[in-house]
Nanobody
Framework: QVYVEESVGGSVLPGGSLTLSCRHS????????VGWARQTPGKEREGLAR????????VYAVSVQERFTISQDIYRNMVYLRMDDLTPEDTGLYFC????????????????????WGQGTQVTVSS
């Protein structure tokens, strides 16, 4: 079982920025990836971004690609999600996920059974 744990989220004013952290135990391998998803009120869980651990390649949801940046520290087994220009619509529960098998990263985060998930962390954007 892959270990995944998000840092505490937070509250931010509209237009502000916030960086989430995720500690994981996925191995340094070409087939492993780590990503972020969110659950916002009234919507299904939405995959936001993924990063491949060995290649550092990234992929983003169109809805956030201009504002969110995923990055990693492979020596500390940490993955980060920097979120800029936040709006109240970004309020929700944010989850980190790591690939469970060699084939997991062939699947999007919406196919959640292929990933190990953290408990989630709350992000609130409000004035």
């Amino acid at each position: 079982q892959v270990y995944v744990e998000e840092s505490v989220g937070g509250s931010v004013l509209p237009g502000g920025s916030l960086t989430l952290s995720c500690r994981h135990s996925a191995a340094y391998s070409s087939y492993n990836c780590v990503g972020w998803a969110r659950q916002t009120p009234g919507k299904e869980r939405e995959g936001l971004a993924r990063i491949w651990i060995a290649s550092n390649s990234t992929v983003y949801a169109v809805s956030v690609q201009e504002r969110f940046t995923i990055s990693q520290d492979i020596y500390r087994n940490m993955v980060y999600l920097r979120m800029d220009d936040l709006t109240p619509e970004d309020t929700g529960l944010y989850f980190c996920a790591a690939s469970r098998t060699r084939r997991s990263c062939h699947y999007s985060l919406s196919q959640s059974d292929h990933y190990s998930w953290g408990q989630g962390t709350q992000v609130t954007v409000s004035s």
